[in-house]
């Protein structure tokens, strides 16, 4: 009766395993898809940095951090060792006053448990798709704008291997600088270059600002998109 216990339990584990894999894949294949994109996005910055002022864009500008905007992504079923734990101890270390939007029913519930100022959650289906994400990062961005939160930080596993995933808290607004940013999206996308040394003549229709005000919101919403 063991053997035929332990026979079937490995029958079930192997099936999960299977399935596991298979969602990990479409995973690695989405996040690599996004590089080009990102690539993309910082050549485009990189012409506008030297032609803009960047003191007129909010994502831009510091300002005194009174309550931070925290996005914690978790998962929404366990199994999953001490994925979630390690996310939560990250959070149980924020001393300073934070508003929380989360990003997975566990996340949620420990949230709640804990008497934390929970703004609002989000489900996610298994194929996590962009406009799931969009919503949250929408949300975020909107609080930041009115003043509610002074920064939009994310608290999610970076993925190392199969084995290891780190629990990571990333800031993403306001932004430091645009060049430093446009660093960041080239070691995102796998790249170096450099186009701030770019002397050619641009024209920029309706004009450069108003391009980059419509450029980084989409960095926002695709850079939460890439953690999830």
Do not use: W
Not at 80 to 93: A, D, I, M, Q
Not at 100 to 113: D, H, L, S, W, Y
Not at 180 to 190: M, R, W, Y
Request: aromatic share 8%; proline share 5%.
């Amino acid at each position: 009766r063991r053997i035929k216990s332990v026979k079937n339990t490995r029958q079930i584990t192997k099936a999960m395993e299977l399935v596991a894999a298979s969602k990990m894949k479409k995973a690695q294949q989405s996040a690599l898809a996004g590089r080009p994109y990102a690539q993309l996005m910082a050549s485009m910055l990189a012409a506008l940095a030297p032609r803009v002022d960047e003191s007129l864009h909010p994502f831009l500008i510091k300002r005194e951090v009174k309550t931070r905007g925290i996005l914690l992504i978790s998962t929404d079923k366990g199994l999953c060792g001490p994925l979630n734990s390690n996310l939560f101890k990250l959070v149980t270390e924020i001393k300073t006053p934070a508003k929380f939007v989360v990003i997975g029913r566990k996340g949620t519930q420990f949230i709640a448990r804990t008497k934390r100022d929970l703004l609002a959650d989000f489900p996610l289906t298994d194929r996590v798709g962009f406009v799931e994400v969009r919503s949250a990062a929408e949300f975020m961005v909107k609080l930041f704008l009115e003043g509610t939160i002074d920064t939009v930080e994310v608290i999610y596993s970076r993925f190392r291997n199969t084995l290891v995933q780190e629990p990571t808290l990333r800031p993403v607004l306001p932004l430091d600088n645009l060049r430093q940013f446009v660093e960041s999206l080239h070691a995102h996308a796998g790249s170096v270059a450099n186009e701030f040394d770019d002397k050619r003549d641009m024209l920029f229709e309706p004009s450069a600002q108003e391009v980059l005000n419509a450029l980084l919101p989409f960095y926002v919403n695709r850079h939460l998109y890439q953690l999830a």
